[in-house]
């Protein structure tokens, strides 16, 4: 299958709304893609699969916006993902204070003003 | 590849002004790069009808050079209006260099204007975030760089007292620049105890929120000296890009800088350590420490100790920043031209109080989008050619 049949956008939020964590890989390179794209980036392969994520990742880094009250302070991440692509996020389930370079987390999804969101939940050590 | 032909020395920068910096009510945005494309023409003995070449940008405007050539009533044989964001009138400058070596053009004009602070009162940002980035609510710009400088911190031990260091250094060059917008005293103990933004940025590590216009002309070397008796040259230039969203940054410790810095050194022909001041687009304090680093002024890693104990600050060991950058100066949402209006009077030497001695090769450097675009000049005084 061509990707360049695919529609990135749609295809990826109606896979979310399934509950999916869907990110692309290359059939000729086997490199993983997010976001998600019609070819890959560089060599333009138009090759592009949909394949289900790990979930598994790592904070690469992390700030946290600091609204005034009573709006509360939330964090923004970047995670790389154990397949290579990195993404922006949010790490949940954790103070917002306590979310460190490094942390090992898992996707989740969850719904957020209505619509499916992709965040991240720390992976309990050991 | 074909070898490179960059025009060293045979265009040069022979005028250049601001206009309206800090506020400016009432004016749009093509008012005040009018005005000070005005006071730049002034200076050179020129009028908007010798212009034949526009190189514009404003903030909310996509036909910006359709706008100005109407505004002036002139009918520009090369244009542009790139939208890199706060690099490009670096890659302007470029491009009107190769332009004029050409002989497509014969006088450039490079101008920016904007009313961001007396119209919007608040940082506007025309970034559009894409729908992986939009749903986590990143404060842009000021997100993006917090996530470099918390990356460069844990990479290298950088501290938030080194983060202040270059927002004092900026403060003491403002203190010697009339037109600053933002004077008087600023100490490290004053950074750390102001309100965070976006950790680890504090509001003393972002650019002020301005108005304020710029604009320099461009002429060939052989006519320089009919406009100016110490004409900046453009001896080499150089842009780079590596992303769009933070998130798409290659590393978050590393910019383009060290590909614009590495071709613009190559074009001109030296190195870092013969440059006498440094201009670079400091949108937030992290920007300094990147750009110090990736252009080669002080190994990677090494920035927040460069700029510690003063380092870049009035009499420190490099002048960085000397009109008092957009910490301190100027920001009206895209700073770079201000700084090659900087370079450009460090090495005509009619900088004022703030005058370093003797420059005669000076870098002016641009950022664009968050960390996405950069753009590098070197300019120098007609010893250098």
Known sequence: ?126 | MSPNTFPRGRTAIVAGATYGIGEAPGYNSLDLATLASLRALDMAGLQPKDVDGLFVVLPSDPFSHLSMAQYFGIHPKVMDNNRTGGSSFQIHAHYAALALAAGECDLALIAYGSNLRTSAGKFASTLQPSIYQAPYKPMIPVSAYALAAARHMHEFGTTREQLAEVAVAARAWANLNPDAFARGPLAVGDCLASRMISDPLTKYDCCLVTDGAAAVIMTRADRAKDHARRPAYLLGAGSATTHSEIASIPDLTVTAAVESGKRAFAHAGVGPSDIDVAELYDAFTITTILFLEDLGFCPKGEGGRFVEKGGIAPKGKLAVNTNGGGLSCVHPGMYGLFTMVEAMEQIMGIAGERQVTDVELALSHGNGGVLSSQATLILGSESTL
Request: proline fraction near 7%; charge should be negative; charged fraction near 25%.
């Open chain 1, 1 to 126: 299958m061509s990707s360049q049949e695919v529609r990135p956008d749609k295809e990826f939020e109606a896979f979310l709304a399934d509950e999916r964590f869907m990110i692309q890989r290359s059939h000729s390179s086997g490199r993983y893609v997010f976001y998600p794209r019609v070819a890959e980036p560089v060599t333009g392969a138009r090759d592009l699969e949909w394949v289900e994520a790990s979930g598994r990742g790592t904070v690469y880094s992390v700030t946290i916006v600091r609204k005034r009250p009573p709006e509360a302070d939330y964090n923004v991440v970047l995670i790389d993902l154990d397949e290579g692509p990195r993404l922006m996020s949010r790490v949940d389930g954790v103070g917002v204070d306590s979310v460190r370079i490094g942390l090992n987390v898992q996707a989740k999804i969850i719904i957020q003003d209505g619509a499916p969101l992709l965040v991240f939940m720390p992976v309990p050590a050991g």
